[in-house]
C-alpha cells in the first residue's frame, strides 16, 4: 500500500523580509530554502525583480498570463501542471479578479514510491495570484476575498476537482473566516435544493440527511476549509497566536483548500538550517533508483546531467540578516496521499 506527502511552502508571508534584504542574498536564500526544504510546489509572491528567479535549478517556473510575475515553482519530477480546463469567463463577472494577475492550472501527482513509474495519484486545481492582486484593487480586501472563494468553488464544481489556494491577502483572519463558512454554507444549500429538485430524492424515500451522505464526496469539492498558520500548538490555549507578517491584525499568507483535498494544518519552516549553516553541494548523476529517505538529499544531483565535483559558493548570512528572516518566516503544508492498493498484475 503506497502512501506519501506533497509538500507545499508559500514565500508569500515571507516577502516583506526578503524586500529588505540586498539582491544577493535574496536569491542565495531562496535557493537554501529549496535545497533544505525540498517542496514539491513553492508559492510566490510574483515579484520576479527581487526574487532573481532565473537562478532556481531544478524547479520550473510559472507565470501568470500577463508574464510580468513569476508566482508558482513546482518539481518537475513529481507534478505535471497544466493549463485549465475552464474558462474562467464562464463564471461571470466576479468584483476585482484580473485573470492577468492570477493562475489556475491543473496538478497531476506522480507516485513517489519506487517501482510505481509514472503513476498519476492525485488530481486538483490550484489557484494563486501575484501580491498586488489585493494590494491594487478597488473593491476592497472582504469582497476580493469572496470573489476568490466563490471563484474557486466554481472551478470546483467545474472541473470535478479539488481545489488548493495560496496567495497572500491582506484581509483579517477572522473576517476571512466568516467569509468562507458563509460561502460554503450557502453553496451547500444550493447545491443540495437542486439534487432533491432535480432529481426527487423524497420521493425516493430519501432523507435529507441520507442526501447529504450520498453526495458528501461532491460537496466537499465546493466547501472550503482555512488552515491558518499558528505560532504555537494547534489548540486554544493562551500560547498561541496567529502569525502576523504584515501590519496588526492582517494575516496575508494562509491556506484554503477544499474540504475533499487532504492538507495537513500550515505551520512556519524552521530556518535555523537554512540562514545558519553552510550547504555543500556536490552534483553527481541521478541513480535509476532512489528510495524515499534519498530522494531529498540527491535532488540537486538528480537534475545534473554530467558528472562533476564541484561545491557551490554560498552567501554568508550576517546574523542581523538571520533574524530579519525568522521574523518573516515561509509557511509550510502538505497534502496527504491516501493509501493506495498495490497494482494487480493478473494471475
Known amino acids: 500500500m503506497g502512501h506519501d506527502k506533497l509538500s507545499i511552502i508559500s514565500m508569500n508571508s515571507a516577502r516583506r523580509g526578503l524586500s529588505t534584504l ?12 529549496l535545497d533544505s526544504a525540498s517542496p514539491d510546489i513553492c508559492f510566490l509572491p510574483g515579484d520576479d525583480k527581487a526574487m532573481k528567479m532565473n537562478l532556481v535549478i531544478g524547479y520550473k517556473q510559472y507565470n501568470v498570463p500577463s508574464a510580468d510575475g513569476t508566482v508558482l515553482l513546482y518539481d518537475t519530477k513529481r507534478i505535471a501542471v497544466e493549463a485549465p480546463r475552464f474558462n474562467p469567463c464562464s463564471f461571470g463577472q466576479l468584483p476585482g479578479l484580473d485573470y492577468g494577475q492570477m493562475v489556475c492550472p491543473s496538478v497531476k501527482v506522480f507516485s513517489d514510491e519506487e517501482g510505481e513509474g ?3 495519484v492525485k488530481e486538483f486545481n490550484l489557484i494563486t495570484w501575484k501580491y498586488s492582486l489585493f494590494v491594487e484593487n478597488k ?6 476575498s469572496e470573489s476568490l472563494v466563490r471563484f474557486s468553488q466554481n472551478v470546483a464544481m467545474s472541473t470535478q476537482k479539488p481545489v ?12 476571512l473566516q466568516q467569509i468562507v463558512n458563509k460561502l460554503c454554507k450557502e453553496g451547500d444549500q444550493m447545491f443540495l435544493n437542486g439534487v432533491e429538485e432535480n432529481l426527487d430524492m423524497k420521493e425516493h424515500g430519501y432523507l435529507p440527511s441520507m442526501t447529504k451522505a450520498s453526495f458528501r464526496p461532491v460537496r466537499h469539492l465546493f466547501m472550503m476549509k482555512v488552515f491558518r498558520c499558528s505560532t504555537g500548538p494547534l489548540n486554544r490555549s493562551a500560547h498561541q497566536s496567529i502569525v502576523q507578517t504584515w501590519d496588526s491584525g492582517f494575516v496575508p499568507d494562509c ?3 477544499s474540504k475533499e483535498l487532504e492538507l495537513t ?3 512556519l519552516l524552521d530556518l535555523d538550517s537554512v540562514t545558519g549553516r553552510h550547504i555543500k553541494l556536490e552534483t553527481k548523476p541521478a541513480p535509476k533508483k532512489v528510495k524515499q529517505q534519498q530522494k531529498t538529499k540527491e535532488r540537486i544531483g538528480d537534475y545534473c546531467p554530467t558528472q562533476t565535483s564541484y561545491v557551490a559558493p554560498q552567501t554568508v548570512f550576517p546574523p542581523q540578516t538571520r533574524e530579519r528572516m525568522r521574523d518573516y518566516c515561509p509557511t509550510q503544508t502538505a497534502v ?10 493478473g494471475g
Request: proline share 10%; hydrophobic share 35%; glycine share 8%.
Open 139 to 144: 473593491v476592497g480586501p472582504e469582497r476580493m
Open 336 to 345: 496527504t496521499i491516501p493509501a493506495r492498493p498495490p497494482r494487480h498484475h
Open 22 to 33: 540586498p539582491g544577493n542574498e535574496r536569491s542565495s536564500y531562496l535557493e537554501r530554502i
Open 118 to 120: 509514472e503513476r498519476v
Open 164 to 175: 488548493l489556494i495560496g496567495g497572500e491577502m491582506r484581509i483579517d483572519q477572522q473576517m
Open 265 to 267: 494544518e500550515a505551520s
Open 255 to 257: 491556506f484554503i483548500a
